[in-house]
């Protein structure tokens, strides 16, 4: 199993709010992506970063914003939340290991996020 | 456009029978697929990858075949268990960045009945 958490994992929060989904791996990947996913949906990507203070946008717009000042921390923040944010959050990490594992991202249990 | 569809979208089977599920994908350069399975409320969990010279994998009771000429997969699932009961995901990586860009299916939800 994965070394890799997220919290909370079940959020339920007013319109206007200011949240912050935390993720953190003990496995010393470089890389860390967050992922958005709807019900019967296929993931989306939102934001990456390739190592300490990296971070980059995704496929998918998102309002949210993301840091990266330590390896193992990569929290996603939403300044505002609006009912349209309403969704799963899934973070993930990968990193050199065998050829066989090479990449192979590794999800965090995702956080339920419920805008009222 | 790179595309990864997958069939069916939904399945249910009784316990103890076998499954194949598909993957087909539009993804171009190729690098590796992988499966993955995500139990409800959970983070997907890798089960398979397979590079384009590999045209099988098998771990446990799970098989997956790629055709890299036809650009298609199946996911063979024998004996199945309860615990088989999830959402399969098709995901397929290609080469045209360091970041090796995912492109992921919307997965077959399986169901397992007693």
């Known amino acids: 199993e994965a070394d890799i958490y997220q919290t909370p994992r079940y959020l339920v929060i007013g319109t206007g709010k200011k949240i912050t989904l935390e993720c953190s791996q003990t496995?010393?990947?470089?890389?860390m992506y967050w992922y958005q996913q709807d019900p019967g949906m296929e993931l989306h990507l939102i934001h990456y970063?390739?190592?300490?203070?990296?971070?980059e946008k995704g496929d998918l717009s998102s309002e949210s914003t993301v840091s990266r000042i330590r390896t193992e921390h990569f929290p996603l923040t939403l300044e505002s939340a609006r009912p349209s944010h309403t969704s799963q959050y899934l973070c993930?990490?990968?990193?050199?290991?065998?050829?066989?594992?090479?990449?192979?991202?590794?999800f965090g249990p995702g956080t339920r996020l419920l805008v009222l | 456009k790179n595309q990864v569809e997958q069939s069916p979208q939904s399945l249910i089977i009784l316990e103890g029978k076998n499954c194949t599920l598909q993957?087909?994908?539009?993804?171009?350069?190729?690098?590796?697929l992988r499966w993955y399975k995500q139990d409800t409320g959970r983070g997907p969990v890798s089960l398979t990858i397979?590079?384009?010279?590999?045209n099988t994998k098998s771990n446990g009771r799970y098989t997956a075949t790629l055709d890299a000429d036809t650009k298609q997969s199946s996911l063979h699932i024998t004996a199945s268990q309860l615990s088989d009961s999830a959402s399969y995901i098709c995901?397929?990586?290609?080469?045209?960045?360091?970041?090796?860009?995912?492109?992921f299916g919307r997965g077959t939800q399986l169901t397992v009945w007693p």
């Open positions: 496995m010393g990947h470089d890389k």
């Open positions: 970063s390739y190592g300490v203070n990296s971070t």
């Open positions: 993957c087909n994908y539009t993804v171009s350069p190729f690098s590796n």
């Open positions: 993930a990490s990968s990193g050199p290991t065998s050829p066989e594992t090479s990449e192979t991202q590794y």
């Open positions: 995901v397929v990586s290609d080469r045209g960045s360091t970041l090796g860009r995912l492109y």
């Open positions: 397979m590079t384009f010279s590999e």
